[in-house]
């Protein structure tokens, strides 16, 4: 089975810190996407990315930024932590030629205090 | 971009009884596919519906895809508590390859014993 890890299942940081998420999975999956989830709005796109280096703005991208710079690894960047950016952060990533979903990471639950 | 409009948000049900969530769309879907996440968990897929007016069963799961090719449900016969969980629709982004998804805002469902 893929398996999608995301680094930390628990993260609290500081208001204008720097975050990094960190994303890996083990399939070589082309497609690697990064959501938010906040209760009542679903799952909100902040950006995926659909090769190496390659990246698409999603639907909530503001306070945000990614990397892939190798094909299994999928970084999410908050460039300055607010309070509001505080919520669960799930990693997925999806074969795009493939028959068949995305499989999400256990996800982070990032606290920004 | 894409829009699946799903209902109801919140289905409070009995042990037992039978459970329906609802996708709809005002644009004809490639697919639809359809996730589930417990609480406390990460989304996992369940399965995808490619053909016009198709059907598909997992055991008291029952999958439909419209004849249009428009909205979906997902039924539940006789729900256990291991039914609870959040339930989301999903759809790819038409005219795209990339292999992004548009997620409905899910239907929380709840099962009392």
């Known amino acids: 089975d893929v398996k999608v890890t995301q680094s930390s299942r628990y993260l609290v940081k500081r208001t204008g810190e720097k975050v990094f998420l960190e994303c890996v999975q083990d399939?070589?999956?082309?497609?690697m996407f990064w959501y938010r989830q906040d209760p009542g709005l679903g799952l909100r796109l902040i950006y995926f990315?659909?090769?190496?280096?390659?990246?698409e703005k999603g639907d909530i991208p503001e306070g945000y930024s990614v990397s892939r710079e190798k094909k299994e690894r999928f970084s999410l960047i908050l460039e300055s932590a607010s309070t509001n950016q505080t919520s669960m952060y799930l990693c997925?990533?999806?074969?795009?030629?493939?028959?068949?979903?995305?499989?999400f990471g256990s996800g982070t639950r990032l606290t920004v205090v | 971009g894409q829009q699946v409009m799903q209902i109801p948000q919140y289905q409070h049900v009995q042990e037992g009884e039978d459970f329906t969530t609802y996708c709809n769309s005002s644009?004809?879907?490639?697919?639809i596919q359809w996730y589930k996440q417990r609480p406390g968990g990460h989304p996992v897929f369940l399965i995808q519906?490619?053909?016009?007016?198709e059907v598909k069963k997992q055991k008291r799961l029952t999958f439909q895809f419209g004849e249009a090719k428009k909205n979906s449900s997902l039924h539940i016969t006789a729900t256990q508590t291991t039914d609870v969980g959040t339930y989301f629709c999903?759809?790819?982004?038409?005219?795209?390859?990339?292999?992004?998804?548009?997620f409905g805002r899910g239907t929380q469902l709840t099962v009392w014993p």
């Open positions: 399939m070589d999956h082309e497609n």
């Open positions: 990315s659909y090769d190496v280096k390659m990246k």
């Open positions: 644009t004809t879907l490639s697919n």
């Open positions: 519906l490619v053909k016009s007016g």
């Open positions: 997925a990533s999806h074969e795009r030629r493939g028959f068949g979903g995305y499989t």
């Open positions: 999903a759809a790819p982004d038409r005219g795209s390859t990339l292999g992004r998804l548009y």
